[in-house]
């Protein structure tokens, strides 16, 4: 949005459109402390018992809070999803863009960290423990493995670990890695 002058008008203007849309609207990149600056002036202007004014300044506050309010929840929700798909937003300001960034890197770092061990599966790796002597022998992969004596830890192709364990000779178990 280009430069313009704040009047109460723009600033209720600016509150209706977040108001109305899901996004972002575009505002002014200085907008809030071109408001700040209006905010005041109108108070130094103002005289002591001048109730109109003061109840436009009063006005005025609380539609920019509202503003503030709409706009840093927007780009919370925005955020959020720039982590999960990378999305960047529009009419952000230079200060909106500078909280947007850090918000989204802090998001993508602890999705990162939670969803490691969670999403990413970890493989299983089927092994034996030997409960006797075994000596050395050719697997069916046609390398050879042992010998091994009893309490030995070893992985060998799933075909010849399953005979062992039938045959009472070995016991399996799984390690994830």
Do not use: H
Not at 37 to 57: G, N, V
Not at 141 to 167: C, L, Q, W
Request: glycine share 6%; proline share 4%.
């Amino acid at each position: 949005m280009e430069e313009q002058t704040i009047t109460y008008e723009l600033i209720r203007k600016v509150q209706r459109e977040e108001q109305r849309q899901p996004k972002l609207t575009s505002i002014p990149e200085n907008f809030f402390e071109s408001v700040a600056k209006y905010l005041q002036q109108k108070k130094q202007l103002t005289l002591r018992d001048d109730r109109k004014t003061a109840l436009e300044i009063k006005n005025v506050e609380r539609l920019v809070e509202d503003i503030f309010n709409r706009r840093e929840r927007k780009i919370l929700n925005l955020s959020i999803i720039a982590a999960r798909t990378g999305m960047k937003p529009e009419n952000l300001t230079g200060e909106e863009k500078a909280f947007f960034d850090e918000l989204t890197n802090i998001l993508k770092k602890r999705r990162g960290k939670m969803l490691e061990g969670t999403l990413k599966e970890k493989e299983l790796v089927p092994m034996i423990v030997f409960k006797v002597d075994v000596p050395a022998f050719v697997g069916i992969d046609g390398n050879t493995y042992g010998p091994f004596k009893s309490g030995d830890i070893a992985r060998i192709p799933e075909e010849n670990m399953k005979v062992f364990v039938e045959k009472g000779m070995a016991e399996e178990f799984k390690v994830s890695v």
